[in-house]
């Protein structure tokens, strides 16, 4: 399904939880296209509660509680599951 979003090359692509129910082959591949797409220019908008996910591929994340958000973590290499989860609650 993923390719055949990317195969339409779009400016924009909505994501969620992209990696939920596959296995770690898949998974690793679908990190992949997106790293490769997002270097060409895509813009990709990821939802996930995997924070792990969301730390590995994000520029950028937005935390959210209650449709407010709470945080904003300018660079997620150097955050952590524990910060994400404290923005949470």
Do not use: F, W
């Amino acid at each position: 399904v993923l390719g055949k979003c990317l195969a339409a090359e779009p400016r924009i692509l909505l994501l969620n939880n992209p990696t939920r129910g596959v296995d770690v082959g898949a998974r690793l591949e679908i990190y992949r296209s997106l790293r490769e797409s997002a270097a060409r220019g895509l813009a990709i908008l990821l939802v996930s509660e995997d924070l792990n996910e969301l730390i590995g591929l994000s520029d950028r994340i937005l935390v959210m509680r209650a449709g407010t958000v709470t945080a904003e973590i300018e660079d997620p290499s150097r955050a952590t599951e524990d910060a994400l989860i404290r923005h949470m609650t």
